[in-house]
Nanobody, 124 residues
């Protein structure tokens, strides 16, 4: 079992920045690939970014590529999402997720563990 707890969400103006954190506990964090997803009201859950267990590879959705950066610190059991140049359309609940290390995936169904989410609101 892996427990995930997100933090760092909040209200920011158009063009601003936020850094989300996801702290993991339970099984060995370094054995898991990690992903960030988001869900806006009335919309389906959307892939944002993913990172391999080693941090050696990352994958982004086209909508955030060049603006968001995913990273991890296995010594701290934490994965991060640095979000720059935020837009109102980035407003959503952001959740981190873990899957046993295999290959990067953008499909929510491939992930085994989920956090409760943190709200990000970007005002225009």
């Amino acid at each position: 079992q892996v427990k995930l707890v997100e933090s760092g969400g909040g209200l920011v103006q158009d063009g601003g920045s936020l850094r989300l954190s996801c702290a993991a506990s339970g099984r060995t964090f370094g054995n898991y690939d990690m992903g960030w997803f988001r869900q806006a009201p009335g919309k389906e859950r959307e892939f944002v970014a993913a990172i391999r267990w080693s941090g050696g590879a990352t994958y982004y959705s086209d909508s955030v590529k060049g603006r968001f950066t995913i990273s991890r610190d296995n010594a701290k059991n934490t994965v991060y999402l640095q979000m720059n140049s935020l837009k109102p359309e980035d407003t959503a609940v952001y959740s981190c997720a873990a899957r046993a290390a295999y290959r990067l995936s953008f499909s929510p169904s491939d992930y085994d563990y989920w956090g409760q989410g943190t709200q990000v609101t970007v005002s225009s």
